[in-house]
T-cell receptor, first 113, second 116 residues
Framework: GESVGLHLPTLSVQEGDNSIINCAYS??????FIWYKQESGKGPQFIID?????DKRQGQRVTVLLNKTVKHLSLQIAATQPGDSAVYFC????????????FGTGTRLKVLA | GAVVSQHPSWVICKSGTSVKIECRSL??????MFWYRQFPKQSLMLMAT?????????EQGVEKDKFLINHASLTLSTLTVTSAHPEDSSFYIC????????????FGSGTRLTVV
């Protein structure tokens, strides 16, 4: 059967408000990070990435911030919409060139109408 | 571009039988694909790296005789769960990259395996 796992932290946001999802990564040598969105029963979908030589990158309605000092990554979603409801994972590439990613625990975003 | 197809999307099998899951890169060639396992409300755990034309590289704790991986062509990798047991029930996801320089892998839609 299925194991009982940890419950994902949940962020509830009112539609139209901004969302901030946080992630702590583990390896100070990681040089590339990605945020993924996963809807129920589907595979993860790429949202935005950032290299370690940057501290901020913007996309359409999304911004990723990287703080290497405290090994922290955040995803900001502007004007959150119902379609943004999903689980969000950060992923780090701890070994440059291997293209092997380690995923964070994930955060469930619930958009309230 | 960069579409990854995974099949089947769900499968139910009896305990003791084997199940094969396919992962195809539809519009690009992928020398490397990855297989992940995801339990409910948990993150993705990398199981193995599938290398075209050579043996897969398994992560620590993953039984290679239980989870057989074959990457026979540049567009197809298969994961076979052998002698499945209920504890193998999980969501299995593959990924592949069109552009390794940029990173950012495209994921398949996942396969929900239920072993009864």
């Amino acid at each position: 059967g299925e194991s009982v796992g940890l419950h994902l932290p949940t962020l509830s946001v009112q539609e139209g408000d901004n969302s901030i999802i946080n992630c702590a990564y583990s390896n100070s040598a990681s040089d590339y990070f990605i945020w993924y969105k996963q809807e129920s029963g589907k595979g993860p979908q790429f949202i935005i990435d950032i290299r370690s030589n940057m501290d901020k990158r913007q996309g359409q309605r999304v911004t990723v911030l990287l703080n290497k000092t405290v090994k922290h990554l955040s995803l900001q979603i502007a004007a959150t919409q119902p379609g943004d409801s999903a689980v969000y994972f950060c992923a780090e590439n701890p070994t440059s060139g291997t293209y092997k990613y380690i995923f964070g625990t994930g955060t469930r975003l619930k958009v309230l109408a | 571009g960069a579409v990854v197809s995974q099949h089947p999307s769900w499968v139910i099998c009896k305990s003791g039988t084997s199940v094969k899951i396919e992962c195809r890169s539809l519009d690009f060639q992928a020398t490397t694909m990855f297989w992940y396992r995801q339990f409910p409300k948990q993150s993705l755990m990398l199981m193995a790296t599938s290398n075209e034309g050579s043996k897969a590289t398994y992560e620590q704790g993953v039984e290679k005789d239980k989870f057989l991986i074959n990457h026979a062509s540049l567009t197809l990798s298969t994961l076979t769960v052998t002698s499945a047991h209920p504890e193998d029930s999980s969501f299995y996801i593959c990924s592949a990259s069109k552009n390794r320089v940029l990173g950012g892998y495209t994921f398949g839609s996942g396969t929900r395996l239920t072993v009864v």
